[in-house]
Structure formats: C-alpha cells, structure tokens
C-alpha cells in the first residue's frame, strides 16, 4: 500500500525516533505528530507497524475527501471507515453484493459505491491484509481514535478559551461539528496550523463516540482457498539441497551469515537480529540466545557460568548442527571484517544496516517488508523452485526454521542409533516451545522415514531377526479351498 496524498518523514524527537506526515499542501498533519509523541515504551518495529498503518489510513481519508475538502457529517467518516476495513479485508476485489452467486445482488447505489472502492485499492495500491496482521492493524487505528478523542476535548477547549467561540456552538459539535469548522476559519486568533489541528481532531474525535464501539475485525473473515494453501506451504521446510544457491545469491555477507545461523540453529529470526556480540562465543562457536523462561536447554547450564559470561543475564545456549555452524562462523568473520562498521550510538548489535543513512543502525529496526525483501529477492535471483505443491511459491526466511525442526527430528544422525533423528520432546527443548504441539508445527516427520521404519520391520521378520531364539516363524493358517 503506497502513500499517495501525503508523505511521511522519520525525524528525532528529544533522542528517539519519530515521524512526521505532511499533507498534500506540504503542512505538517499535527494529529499524526501528537500520535506518535504518545507512543511512548514501545519497540522500534512496533513504532513503525503503528505509525505506517495510521498513515495510510490518513492517506485513505484524504483520497475519500473526508480529510482536504469541505467538512463532511460523523456518518461519512463513520460510512468511509467502515469502507476501509473492507478494503483491507478484500483489496480490488472488494465486493458490497448481498447473497452469493446466482443470487447476488445490489442494493441501491452500492454498485456504483463498490467500483468507487476498487479504483481506490487500485490507487492506494490497497493489498488483502494477512490473517496475523489484523491484530496490530487493529490496534493502532484504535489507539489513534482514541486519541482524536482526547484531542476534540482539547480543541473544544481552544475554541472557547482562545477563540471566544459561541458556546452554544462549541456543545452542538458533539451532534454536528461542521458549523464549528466553517466558524473557525474567521478567527484570527488561531494559525492556519491550529484551525487544521482543531478541524482534524473535530472531525476524526467523535468517531469511537458516534460509533459506540472500537473498530473490530470484519465479521465472517475467512481464509480462500488460496490463502489456505499459501499457510501449508508456508509451514513446509526450505529445500537443504538448495540452500548453497541462496548463500551464492545473497549480496552481502551479513545475509550470508545471518540465513546461516537460522538453518544452524533454528532460532527465530527476531531472536537473531537481537544478538548482541557478547552473546557468540567464537572460541566454543557457541551462540546464546536471551531467553528469560530458560525455555531452551540452556535451562541446564550452570549458573556460575551464565553469571561469569553474561554478566547476570539469563541466557539459553543453542545447537548449531554441522555443517551449517562452520557456514556461519565464516560468514560471521567475513562480515565482521569486511561491511560491519562501529556503531555511533555503541550499540552492540551483531547485525547492522549496510546501507546509507542508516549505516551502523540495528537491523532489527528494519520492517519486515525489507527483511523479507532481501531473503525472497535471493529465492528469485538463485531460482529456486517451491514445494512440488506449489512450484511458483517464493520460500520466506521463517522457511528455515522448519528445517531446522524437519532436520533434527529426521535426519540428525545419532551414534548407536539405528534410526536417524532426535525425539519429538528433544527437538522441543532445542526450539525452545512451551508446548509441544507448537513443536509438531515444525519437526514433521517424512514420510519416507516413515516408510524405512516399515520396511526395516518387514526385514527383521524376513531374517528371522526379530524372533526370540527357537521359535519359528509362524506359518499362514490353512484355508479350504471352495468348489
């Protein structure tokens, strides 16, 4: 979804970081300052996941004209609203039809209201959210309403204190703000940011109140067929025999190392971009990962030692499986030498942006589309094919997760062991889940393993070997033969 009516800027605000949205006009949207000033406490990811989904929600309002025209009633905001979460649910194929199929229908206007919808996904580049992002989505327009809330209490205030403003007038914009909005254009005691300010607030603070109720998710939101199919091949494992192609096709060293490190270890790819490089022990080629439920079998390290290396902080140690820890370490070194730059800030973050201006940054300040971006642009530039189910599907870099799972409960060879692969419970304590059933999401067992452990049995019976000593093997009963 492009930003097309206004454009935001990241700025510093008293040493965080902070953004600003400009109208069409080049005037700074104060609504959208004051919501990100009271983000306070949150992570710089969920920052940015907050304030680009109320900045394209902006942008939708000014592409509706409910924002930058003539002041429309609380039931077009509230109509205009209700419209976007549409959008988000469906995209261009956004449909306002009442029945299904042969019996579909319009009812009056909404067929001309529907293409209306469509050419504004098209424009805005509207996409489908994914079932995980409704969540966040939800919460961050909620958040910003409940704010334009306060902000038309705060504006209210301003009008009758500053502007002198009939009272009378000010009360009755609970029920109808658009004569206060005309009225406030003639006050000169206001700045043209001010009455822009008063106006946002006004018109976007009533909406929660209007509604009676927060935004919720669309009813009847379920998955099509496609995005079903794109789950299940979203939970297969990322091909081994093709992971030498995405290391080639990787640009920098750092990918390099880190896709590494989430096949070594299967950590989660946010639990490796908080690495800090106090937590890689290059002598043991060991990788700690901070984990304050001891989830992984770090649980059993002795505490003297966490104390001795890491400085009171509870840790988990993680198994990286050969050959994929040589890989990494490698890499890591590689990079370490050759792209990785001394922060400014001193942070000690492993993995860093490479890239001007942020040169030096955490990468964990990234969004997820540009994480995503470098890993499936490798896919693509390495050709590497999906599963036999799907063989246009692009593998992501959570893929390599389940590898990882798929690996250690199948393949991981152990001495003395007839058949290869750790337990079940096993690859739960690597993983590091407090339910095992999440670990059955990951370290699926093949069936090709299934079918040796058949064959072997069959085997055993064919030699005899599974025979307690003088007893035979028993012979089919006799059947008469009938006519």
Same mark, same amino acid.
């Given at each position: 979804?492009? +930003?097309?009516?206004?454009?935001?800027?990241?700025?510093?605000?008293?040493?965080?970081?902070?953004? !600003?949205?400009?109208?069409?006009?080049?005037?700074?949207?104060?609504?959208?300052?004051?919501?990100?000033?009271?983000?306070?406490?949150? !992570?710089?990811?969920?920052?940015?996941?907050?304030?680009?989904?109320?900045?394209?929600? =902006?942008?939708?309002?000014?592409?509706?004209?409910?924002?930058?025209?003539?002041?429309?009633?609380?039931?077009?905001?509230?109509?205009? =609203?209700?419209?976007?979460?549409? +959008?988000?649910?469906?995209?261009?194929?956004?449909?306002?039809?009442?029945?299904? @199929?042969? @019996?579909?229908?319009?009812?009056?206007?909404?067929?001309?209201?529907?293409?209306?919808?469509?050419?504004?996904?098209?424009?805005?580049?509207?996409?489908?959210?994914?079932?995980?992002?409704?969540?966040?989505?939800?919460?961050?327009?909620?958040?910003?309403?409940?704010?334009?809330?306060?902000?038309?209490?705060?504006?209210?205030?301003?009008?009758?204190?500053?502007?002198?403003?009939?009272?009378?007038?000010?009360?009755?914009?609970?029920?109808?703000?658009?004569?206060?909005?005309?009225?406030?254009?003639?006050?000169?005691?206001?700045?043209?940011?001010?009455?822009?300010?008063?106006?946002?607030?006004?018109?976007?603070?009533?909406? =929660?109140?209007?509604?009676?109720?927060?935004?919720? !998710?669309?009813?009847?939101?379920?998955?099509?067929?496609?995005?079903?199919?794109?789950?299940?091949?979203?939970?297969?494992?990322?091909?081994?025999?093709?992971?030498?192609?995405?290391?080639?096709?990787?640009?920098?060293?750092?990918?390099?190392?880190?896709?590494?490190?989430?096949?070594?270890?299967?950590?989660?790819?946010?639990?490796?971009?908080?690495?800090?490089?106090?937590?890689?022990?290059?002598?043991?080629?060991?990788?700690?990962? +901070?984990?304050?439920?001891?989830?992984?079998?770090?649980?059993?390290?002795?505490?003297?030692?966490?104390?001795? @290396?890491?400085?009171?902080?509870?840790?988990?140690?993680?198994?990286?499986?050969?050959?994929?820890?040589?890989?990494?370490?490698?890499?890591?070194?590689?990079?370490?030498?050759?792209?990785?730059?001394?922060?400014?800030?001193?942070?000690?973050?492993?993995?860093?942006?490479?890239?001007?201006?942020?040169?030096?940054?955490?990468?964990?300040?990234?969004?997820?589309?540009?994480?995503?971006?470098?890993?499936?642009?490798?896919?693509?530039?390495?050709?590497?094919?999906?599963?036999?189910?799907?063989?246009?599907?692009?593998?992501?870099?959570?893929?390599?997760?389940?590898?990882?799972?798929?690996?250690?409960?199948?393949?991981?060879?152990?001495?003395?062991?007839?058949?290869?692969?750790?337990?079940?419970?096993?690859?739960?304590?690597?993983?590091?889940?407090?339910?095992?059933?999440?670990?059955?999401?990951?370290?699926?067992?093949?069936?090709?393993?299934?079918?040796?452990?058949?064959?072997?049995?069959?085997?055993?019976? =064919?030699?005899?070997?599974?025979?307690?000593?003088?007893?035979?093997?028993?012979?089919?009963?006799?059947?008469? +033969?009938?006519?």
């Amino acid at each position: 979804m492009a +930003l097309v009516h206004v454009r935001k800027e990241e700025v510093n605000e008293y040493g965080r970081p902070s953004w !600003r949205l400009t109208d069409p006009s080049g005037v700074y949207i104060s609504v959208f300052s004051e919501f990100c000033h009271r983000l306070k406490g949150l !992570r710089y990811a969920t920052l940015l996941r907050y304030t680009t989904v109320v900045a394209r929600f =902006i942008d939708y309002l000014y592409e509706v004209k409910v924002l930058g025209a003539a002041p429309v009633s609380r039931s077009v905001v509230n109509d205009a =609203i209700n419209y976007y979460l549409e +959008l988000l649910r469906s995209g261009e194929h956004v449909s306002l039809t009442i029945g299904k @199929r042969e @019996r579909a229908r319009y009812a009056e206007g909404d067929e001309a209201r529907e293409a209306a919808l469509r050419s504004v996904a098209r424009r805005l580049k509207i996409e489908p959210l994914a079932a995980g992002s409704w969540a966040n989505t939800i919460a961050a327009l909620n958040h910003f309403l409940r704010l334009c809330a306060m902000l038309e209490n705060e504006a209210k205030e301003m009008a009758l204190n500053r502007g002198g403003m009939d009272p009378t007038l000010v009360a009755n914009a609970a029920w109808d703000y658009r004569p206060l909005l005309e009225a406030v254009d003639g006050v000169t005691a206001f700045s043209p940011e001010e009455v822009l300010h008063l106006k946002q607030s006004s018109m976007l603070g009533g909406v =929660i109140r209007f509604r009676g109720t927060e935004l919720t !998710r669309p009813r009847g939101l379920r998955k099509s067929v496609r995005q079903q199919r794109q789950m299940d091949v979203d939970s297969l494992d990322f091909p081994l025999e093709h992971f030498p192609a995405l290391i080639a096709a990787a640009t920098t060293w750092r990918d390099r190392a880190l896709w590494a490190l989430l096949l070594a270890s299967g950590i989660r790819r946010s639990e490796a971009l908080n690495l800090q490089w106090c937590d890689i022990d290059f002598a043991k080629r060991e990788v700690f990962v +901070l984990d304050p439920d001891s989830l992984r079998y770090g649980r059993e390290m002795p505490q003297t030692e966490r104390d001795q @290396r890491f400085k009171g902080r509870t840790v988990s140690r993680t198994y990286l499986f050969l050959p994929y820890r040589t890989w990494f370490f490698e890499y890591l070194s590689r990079y370490r030498k050759e792209e990785y730059r001394l922060p400014q800030d001193g942070n000690d973050f492993v993995f860093q942006y490479l890239i001007k201006p942020h040169y030096g940054r955490p990468l964990h300040e990234a969004t997820d589309e540009t994480l995503n971006s470098a890993f499936t642009s490798a896919v693509k530039r390495a050709q590497i094919p999906g599963p036999p189910v799907a063989r246009e599907h692009t593998w992501t870099a959570h893929s390599l997760r389940h590898s990882y799972g798929v690996y250690m409960l199948n393949d991981y060879e152990v001495p003395g062991q007839t058949m290869p692969g750790l337990t079940l419970a096993e690859v739960q304590q690597l993983m590091g889940h407090r339910d095992v059933n999440t670990t059955r999401k990951y370290a699926r067992e093949r069936t090709s393993r299934l079918q040796a452990k058949l064959q072997a049995h069959d085997l055993h019976f =064919i030699q005899g070997e599974a025979l307690p000593p003088g007893l035979a093997l028993p012979s089919p009963p006799a059947v008469p +033969l009938i006519g």
